[in-house]
């Protein structure tokens, strides 16, 4: 095959070898071969474009190298400190985090004790016996102090310095240039510059691998170097990425003569010089690599970079100056992002630590910055961009509610909005597809909730439901261990709240006795695996509740539950779920279900039921005919793939029993949560997974669960109503005694009364009904008995009342 027809129909799982590239250097067709890079962007990134929010801190500017181009290193000046102290440091550091900034980029130059005596009296003074023992010190420093998360350009290393600066970093980064030694001769650019030998960089770079260090690397264009050096130089970097993995990102940085040095007159390489380069590389390496190009370079070619491949702008400062470049100050975030967006693509934030390395931070990081980067990303890996988390009272983002709210905004992409088109006819979506609409963001996050929500009005109108039930937690106790769990009392359970409790059958009447007073038609019943209980425990708790209330629905038992009934009675499921029903049960609720994926469950929840058995307890619960619900549990360890399975499963088995009435998406609520407090996980979904999870579960349960409801005790009032505007059209239960979600840490309250349901649904344009628990319209008289019940209690505890009782739906 020709050069021609290779780039023209380039294959997604090809990579050029060093012949093609080769040919390339005489490839004359410079819009064929940006064309095919930006196809192959596309297919691994999507339509986004990164940065870093930094700050920029310059510790040293001298250097015992003497690069030509450079005028970042300088000599010793009278009155100046070879080095900034660690009080200046830590300053800039916390300049930057009042900006926004999540990175502090150190820049310095190679080695310079080597050469001056006044680094080297500097160091003594300091306590430090080399400057990257002090760098380790400034960046130690500035964690502590700010949190800011350290990404040092240390220069050549030994395997002992990269040990040093893993602990205290997230990333390291080392250009390395050109691989071409004829650089280094004389009247070469790096004649007289013993660090930029491309063999030791190139030995640095490995030593980093070995150690699993997430690593930047690239290549500096136009310092004189030919094309094919260009080439060898990427396919160097590209061999240390193959056998360790630890490269995050290419730089392809184009050269900028400046006054002063020896190459001032030194022609730059022009645009399409630099726009072949980055369409090359993203050739030469995996469609999933992140290829930059400094945007304050180049700053009047930012949309033909984006045509020609790249993913990622860099680093960009609110607050410091490119020190390297100072001449070329950097763009304006909002200017960045209108460049992004008129080149098609969103701008999206990231932490100096790539997406992929982060979410394997168990293997990239060390255990001191884990839990910092854990912190501050969403289940992909990117920035997380504000403090919303679920369970907290605060205010939700303004980002995501100007996303929300763009109802004429641009249509999505193709691939989007055939996947939208797709999923409203019905159609069942693939793994990759759903992981592709959770990465949503901008106009592609408006157009999978507008797609949503055109779906709920098709299905449902406008109407929203809801029930008065009563959560009866019976028991505390509980021989599982599940780590995300602050709700139970077993051995994991001394620093979290609570005492342990174990209900008499007597108090589980009265409680349902007084829900019935109360106007509730359901009691929601679950509790922790009591060592002692057995699955006549379970029957005798489904009579004791007929006998008190006859007339209650019983809603009770995860199939975790259900499943270790009938294991203690020596029973199949299947019988011990008709036993249950002949006892009084009505229906199951679908918890315990967390993720279904048992990637993810051998970590969560080990001694639970597997994926299997979960979706076995509940095929046997809609074939003995039980109804039930379906949940996930999400915003943790998990990816967006894992997302993505649990849709399908549950989409299966609803497709094979029609069982489900509804899909509840539970986000993970932190504070307590024994895997947070060990430093494992995430502080649950950002507020736009949490949206997006409902339109998601809308749009890929399309049109086999109809109903997706909201949990207010997660998500507040306000999160709930924002939700009726992406696809969901039910708010779950009243409760009246929420403790789970309370237990974890959440602060939305423990009930929720009919007329502030129905002042959240009416304020939402929408029109309210209060519901049984399989969807059926609430009596009259039961409805009616909820509002005065709650309008009683209201006038005695000073609450408002809001709405008043309206007529019957």
Same mark, same amino acid.
């Given at each position: 095959?020709?050069?021609?027809?290779?780039?023209?129909?380039?294959?997604?799982?090809?990579?050029?070898?060093?012949?093609?590239?080769?040919?390339?250097?005489?490839?004359?067709?410079?819009?064929?071969?940006?064309?095919?890079?930006?196809?192959?962007?596309?297919?691994?990134?999507?339509?986004?474009?990164?940065?870093?929010?930094?700050?920029?801190?310059?510790?040293?500017?001298?250097?015992?190298?003497?690069?030509?181009?450079?005028?970042?290193?300088?000599?010793?000046?009278?009155?100046?400190?070879?080095?900034?102290?660690?009080?200046?440091?830590?300053?800039?550091?916390?300049?930057?985090?009042?900006?926004?900034?999540?990175?502090?980029?150190?820049?310095?130059?190679?080695?310079?004790?080597?050469?001056?005596?006044?680094?080297?009296?500097?160091?003594?003074?300091?306590?430090?016996?080399?400057?990257?023992?002090?760098?380790?010190?400034?960046?130690?420093?500035?964690?502590?102090?700010?949190?800011?998360?350290?990404?040092?350009?240390?220069?050549?290393?030994?395997?002992?310095?990269?040990?040093?600066?893993?602990?205290?970093?997230?990333?390291?980064?080392?250009?390395?240039?050109?691989?071409?030694?004829?650089?280094?001769?004389?009247?070469?650019?790096?004649?007289?510059?013993?660090?930029?030998?491309?063999?030791?960089?190139?030995?640095?770079?490995?030593?980093?691998?070995?150690?699993?260090?997430?690593?930047?690397?690239?290549?500096?264009?136009?310092?004189?170097?030919?094309?094919?050096?260009?080439?060898?130089?990427?396919?160097?970097?590209?061999?240390?990425?193959?056998?360790?993995?630890?490269?995050?990102?290419?730089?392809?940085?184009?050269?900028?003569?400046?006054?002063?040095?020896?190459?001032?007159?030194?022609?730059?390489?022009?645009?399409?010089?630099?726009?072949?380069?980055?369409?090359?590389?993203?050739?030469?390496?995996?469609?999933?690599?992140?290829?930059?190009?400094?945007?304050?370079?180049?700053?009047?070619?930012?949309?033909?970079?984006?045509?020609?491949?790249?993913?990622?702008?860099?680093?960009?400062?609110?607050?410091?100056?490119?020190?390297?470049?100072?001449?070329?100050?950097?763009?304006?975030?909002?200017?960045?992002?209108?460049?992004?967006?008129?080149?098609?693509?969103?701008?999206?934030?990231?932490?100096?630590?790539?997406?992929?390395?982060?979410?394997?931070?168990?293997?990239?990081?060390?255990?001191?910055?884990?839990?910092?980067?854990?912190?501050?990303?969403?289940?992909?890996?990117?920035?997380?961009?504000?403090?919303?988390?679920?369970?907290?009272?605060?205010?939700?983002?303004?980002?995501?509610?100007?996303?929300?709210?763009?109802?004429?905004?641009?249509?999505?992409?193709?691939?989007?909005?055939?996947?939208?088109?797709?999923?409203?006819?019905?159609?069942?979506?693939?793994?990759?597809?759903?992981?592709?609409?959770?990465?949503?963001?901008?106009?592609?996050?408006?157009?999978?909730?507008?797609?949503?929500?055109?779906?709920?009005?098709?299905?449902?109108?406008?109407?929203?439901?809801?029930?008065?039930?009563?959560?009866?937690?019976?028991?505390?106790?509980?021989?599982?261990?599940?780590?995300?769990?602050?709700?139970?009392?077993?051995?994991?359970?001394?620093?979290?709240?609570?005492?342990?409790?174990?209900?008499?059958?007597?108090?589980?009447?009265?409680?349902?006795?007084?829900?019935?007073?109360?106007?509730?038609?359901?009691?929601?019943?679950?509790?922790?695996?009591?060592?002692?209980?057995?699955?006549?425990?379970?029957?005798?708790?489904?009579?004791?509740?007929?006998?008190?209330?006859?007339?209650?629905?019983?809603?009770?038992?995860?199939?975790?539950?259900?499943?270790?009934? +009938?294991?203690? $009675? *020596?029973?199949? /499921?299947? !019988?011990? &779920?008709?036993?249950? =029903?002949?006892?009084?049960?009505?229906? #199951?609720?679908?918890?315990? +279900?967390?993720? $279904? *994926?048992?990637? /993810?469950? !051998?970590? &969560?929840?080990?001694? =639970?039921?597997?994926?299997?058995?979960? #979706?076995?307890?509940?095929? +046997?619960?809609?074939?003995?005919?039980?109804?039930?619900?379906?949940?996930?549990?999400?915003?943790?360890?998990?990816?967006?793939?894992?997302?993505?399975?649990?849709?399908?499963?549950?989409?299966?088995?609803?497709?094979?029993?029609?069982?489900?009435?509804?899909?509840?998406?539970?986000?993970?609520?932190?504070?307590?949560?024994?895997?947070?407090?060990?430093?494992?996980?995430?502080?649950?979904?950002?507020?736009?997974?949490?949206?997006?999870?409902?339109?998601?579960?809308?749009?890929?349960?399309?049109?086999?669960?109809?109903?997706?409801?909201?949990?207010?005790?997660?998500?507040?009032?306000?999160?709930?109503?924002?939700?009726?505007?992406?696809?969901?059209?039910?708010?779950?239960?009243?409760?009246?005694?929420?403790?789970?979600?309370?237990?974890?840490?959440?602060?939305?309250?423990?009930?929720?009364?009919?007329?502030?349901?129905?002042?959240?649904?009416?304020?939402?344009?929408?029109?309210?009904?209060?519901?049984?628990?399989?969807?059926?319209?609430?009596?009259?008289?039961?409805?009616?008995?909820?509002?005065?019940?709650?309008?009683?209690?209201?006038?005695?505890?000073?609450?408002?009342?809001?709405?008043?009782?309206?007529?019957?739906?």
């Amino acid at each position: 095959m020709s050069i021609g027809s290779l780039v023209r129909n380039f294959p997604l799982n090809h990579r050029l070898t060093r012949d093609e590239a080769a040919e390339l250097i005489h490839f004359g067709n410079i819009e064929t071969l940006l064309d095919a890079a930006a196809k192959r962007r596309d297919a691994a990134h999507g339509r986004r474009v990164s940065f870093s929010r930094k700050v920029f801190i310059p510790l040293t500017q001298l250097c015992r190298d003497v690069c030509h181009y450079c005028t970042f290193a300088h000599a010793p000046r009278a009155g100046e400190s070879p080095y900034l102290p660690i009080d200046k440091v830590v300053a800039i550091a916390q300049a930057g985090n009042k900006a926004g900034c999540k990175e502090a980029l150190f820049t310095l130059g190679d080695k310079p004790e080597l050469r001056y005596r006044a680094a080297r009296e500097q160091l003594d003074r300091l306590g430090h016996p080399t400057t990257l023992s002090y760098v380790a010190a400034a960046a130690s420093a500035v964690f502590r102090e700010t949190g800011l998360l350290a990404h040092i350009n240390p220069g050549l290393m030994t395997g002992e310095d990269i040990d040093a600066l893993r602990k205290v970093s997230v990333s390291l980064g080392i250009m390395l240039e050109s691989a071409s030694g004829r650089l280094g001769k004389k009247g070469g650019p790096h004649f007289g510059s013993p660090d930029k030998i491309p063999a030791a960089r190139l030995e640095t770079m490995r030593l980093a691998g070995e150690r699993s260090v997430p690593f930047t690397s690239g290549i500096l264009i136009g310092i004189g170097e030919t094309p094919q050096e260009r080439i060898d130089s990427l396919f160097a970097l590209r061999d240390l990425h193959e056998a360790y993995g630890h490269i995050q990102e290419i730089i392809i940085q184009n050269f900028r003569p400046k006054p002063g040095t020896r190459m001032e007159n030194v022609a730059p390489p022009d645009v399409d010089d630099h726009l072949w380069t980055i369409a090359v590389a993203r050739l030469i390496f995996e469609p999933s690599m992140n290829i930059q190009a400094p945007p304050n370079l180049s700053p009047g070619a930012l949309g033909r970079m984006v045509a020609a491949g790249i993913n990622d702008w860099g680093g960009v400062s609110p607050v410091t100056p490119d020190h390297v470049n100072p001449e070329a100050p950097w763009p304006h975030l909002r200017v960045l992002e209108a460049a992004t967006k008129a080149a098609g693509m969103e701008l999206t934030e990231r932490l100096a630590i790539y997406p992929a390395f982060a979410r394997d931070a168990g293997r990239w990081l060390d255990r001191g910055v884990r839990k910092a980067v854990l912190d501050r990303i969403d289940a992909e890996g990117m920035a997380r961009v504000d403090d919303w988390c679920p369970g907290h009272a605060g205010g939700l983002p303004s980002r995501e509610l100007d996303w929300l709210e763009k109802a004429g905004s641009p249509a999505p992409s193709k691939s989007l909005g055939r996947m939208l088109a797709r999923a409203q006819r019905g159609d069942a979506l693939d793994e990759p597809e759903i992981v592709d609409l959770f990465r949503a963001r901008g106009d592609d996050f408006a157009a999978v909730c507008r797609a949503a929500d055109e779906l709920r009005r098709e299905t449902n109108g406008d109407v929203v439901s809801y029930v008065v039930t009563r959560n009866i937690n019976y028991t505390n106790i509980c021989s599982f261990k599940c780590q995300f769990c602050a709700f139970s009392k077993g051995r994991m359970s001394e620093n979290l709240r609570g005492r342990p409790y174990d209900l008499e059958l007597q108090e589980v009447a009265e409680r349902v006795t007084q829900a019935w007073q109360r106007g509730a038609s359901e009691v929601c019943m679950q509790g922790g695996i009591h060592p002692s209980y057995t699955g006549q425990k379970y029957l005798d708790i489904c009579r004791t509740v007929k006998d008190a209330v006859p007339q209650i629905h019983m809603h009770a038992f995860s199939p975790l539950e259900i499943f270790h009934g +009938a294991q203690t $009675l *020596d029973m199949p /499921v299947i !019988e011990f &779920l008709r036993e249950l =029903k002949a006892a009084g049960l009505g229906t #199951l609720p679908g918890t315990a +279900a967390e993720i $279904l *994926d048992d990637e /993810v469950r !051998e970590v &969560l929840c080990a001694d =639970k039921i597997r994926t299997r058995q979960w #979706l076995d307890v509940m095929r +046997a619960a809609h074939a003995a005919g039980f109804r039930s619900t379906a949940t996930i549990m999400f915003g943790h360890i998990e990816g967006y793939q894992h997302w993505a399975r649990h849709l399908q499963r549950i989409r299966a088995l609803q497709s094979e029993t029609g069982g489900f009435t509804e899909f509840v998406p539970l986000p993970f609520v932190h504070m307590e949560a024994p895997v947070y407090l060990k430093g494992r996980a995430r502080p649950g979904p950002t507020f736009r997974e949490a949206i997006l999870m409902h339109a998601v579960a809308r749009l890929v349960l399309n049109p086999l669960i109809p109903n997706i409801q909201a949990s207010w005790v997660k998500l507040g009032a306000e999160g709930v109503r924002r939700c009726l505007s992406a696809g969901v059209n039910d708010l779950g239960g009243t409760l009246m005694d929420e403790s789970i979600s309370r237990s974890a840490g959440a602060s939305h309250g423990q009930e929720m009364t009919p007329q502030e349901m129905e002042t959240i649904i009416f304020s939402a344009g929408r029109i309210p009904r209060q519901r049984t628990t399989i969807y059926g319209d609430a009596a009259d008289a039961m409805r009616r008995r909820s509002f005065e019940s709650a309008a009683a209690r209201m006038a005695v505890s000073g609450r408002a009342e809001g709405v008043t009782l309206a007529a019957g739906p």
